[in-house]
């Protein structure tokens, strides 16, 4: 996959075919991880570089036709595994982040609210979560998560609020 500009605009030429690049968004080092794509060309899961990881949907729009294209690996949600990265798309920055905390939640049992998530700050400043450029047309950056062997415990840290403290008695 490789993308170009041309009039101002960015396109990704997968497998030889070129397309008006939406969305699109790299690991560390180049490699898509997710892209959408639209155009005239037809777009088969052969066309895409590993058919085992990378999963294809098809959807039609007025004028053409429009493809999400992900790679698996980084779009796993459901599973166990301590290590990894994964990727959250959302139509928003905001709504990607709110994805994330929610996945956060969920798989470590923390029972917030939503309201209490919508309250914790939309930063990077967290060694999990970075921001993802987006490299296509639509311009709207997402959050991926970076899970190590002591997520749950630095989660907690991020997402469960501590207790005030005064004159070095807890206050409830």
């Not at 993308?3 to 790299?26: P, V």
């Not at 166990?80 to 709504?95: E, I, Q, V």
Request: negative net charge; contains cysteine; aromatic residues 12%.
């Amino acid at each position: 996959m490789n993308i170009f500009e041309y009039n101002g605009s960015k396109y990704i030429t997968i497998n030889g075919k070129s397309f008006y690049l939406i969305r699109g968004y790299s690991r560390d080092r180049g490699e898509q991880v997710f892209v959408q794509v639209a155009g005239n060309n037809p777009l088969f899961i052969e066309d895409l570089p590993d058919t085992k990881k990378w999963r294809l949907v098809k959807s039609k729009c007025r004028d053409c036709v429009v493809y999400i294209v992900f790679n698996s690996d980084y779009h796993n949600y459901a599973s166990d595994r301590a290590n990894g990265k994964l990727l959250f798309p959302a139509p928003t920055s905001a709504g990607s982040f709110f994805l994330l905390l929610r996945h956060i939640n969920e798989k470590f049992g923390f029972n917030l609210s939503e309201e209490e998530l919508l309250k914790v700050p939309e930063e990077t400043r967290y060694d999990l979560i970075s921001k993802v450029r987006d490299q296509g047309n639509a311009d709207i950056d997402i959050y991926m998560l970076n899970l190590s062997d002591n997520s749950e415990e630095r989660f907690k840290d991020i997402l469960l609020p501590k207790p005030e403290v005064n004159d070095g008695n807890e206050v409830a």
